[in-house]
């Protein structure tokens, strides 16, 4: 007895669909329905792009790091 074969799609037509989504306001189950996808399979995509865009822990900056003046910054504001 043979198996289902399982489907393959190209990194480019997952960030398409992906994009869909974001562009078109439509749910992930909605745009699915439209590829004739399952939920669950776009669902990843989405969070597997998510992913690949939020920064690493080693680049991202604290708020506080990036809103603390420098020394000689505060020292000007300090004289005026």
Do not use: C, N
């Given at each position: 007895?043979?198996g ?31 590829l ?20 690493t ?24």
């Open positions: 007895m043979e289902r074969q399982r489907r393959w799609f190209a990194d480019d037509y997952k960030r398409q669909a992906v994009d869909l989504i974001a562009s078109s306001g439509l749910s992930i189950g909605s745009v699915a329905k439209e004739g996808l399952r939920d669950s399979v776009l669902r990843r995509w989405v969070e597997q792009r998510a992913a690949r865009l939020e920064p822990a080693a680049t991202r900056r604290s708020t506080t790091q990036a809103t603390l003046p420098s020394a000689d910054h505060a020292a000007e504001i300090a004289r005026l």
